[in-house]
């Protein structure tokens, strides 16, 4: 269980991270990545640079147990990891039993448009999840935090898609890289 004094700590840090951050490279793209409008902060500076890089989160076995049992329950690295990302209310968009979930990329959040919509879903086992980009808030991309899956270099534009097939239970927690230090990021729980 995480101590009330440690989530006060990280949401402020988060929050400094995110001024900071915010006021030097909205709409940027990482180093060595693409955007059709090549945006970049007037100093070069990417989020990572400016101290936006955090530790990993790994999915604790409460979570995992949580995600196994079908119960609804939104689990505790979820409501963590998604603390800092303005478009999460606590609420899980439940999508079990369907084939197939799209995801926007690039949706409006985090003061501007560098969200994932919906930030959480709940799905079934063999649910295809497919990212689809808005064409808004500049190049982006898709990666887990436990490496499980990886869309790539940013990129921008309309039409372009991401998908990963969940076959395996658990909470899957993904950001985007350059938009990272915003709050874009999202989480996967598969029941």
């Known amino acids: 269980m995480t101590d ?13 991270g995110t001024v900071v951050a915010g006021a030097s490279v909205a709409g940027c793209t990482a180093p060595g990545t693409t955007s059709s409008s090549a945006e970049q902060s007037p100093s070069g500076e990417t989020e ?8 990993t989160p790994t999915p604790t ?5 949580a995600a196994q049992s079908g119960g609804g329950d939104v689990p505790s690295s979820v409501s963590s990891y998604l603390s800092d990302t303005s478009n999460f209310d606590g609420s899980v968009t439940d999508a079990t039993g369907q084939d197939t979930v799209t995801v926007e990329v690039g949706a409006s959040g ?36 436990d490496e499980t899956f990886n869309s790539g270099s940013s990129e921008s534009g309309t039409g372009v898609k991401f ?7 658990g909470v899957y927690n993904y950001y ?6 915003l709050g874009m990021k999202g989480s996967v729980i598969v029941r």
């Open 4 to 16: 009330t004094g440690d989530i006060d700590r990280r949401r402020f840090i988060a929050s400094i």
């Open 163 to 169: 998908e990963y097939t969940f076959e395996e239970t």
């Open 176 to 181: 985007c890289t350059p938009h990272k230090a």
């Open 61 to 65: 076995e409460e979570a995992t147990a």
């Open 110 to 145: 985090n003061n501007g448009n560098f969200a994932y919509a919906p930030a959480a879903v709940e799905i079934s086992t063999g649910t295809t999840v497919q990212w689809e980009w808005t064409g808004k808030g500049a190049a982006h991309n898709v990666v887990a935090e």
């Open 48 to 55: 990572a640079d400016a101290g936006g890089a955090t530790a």
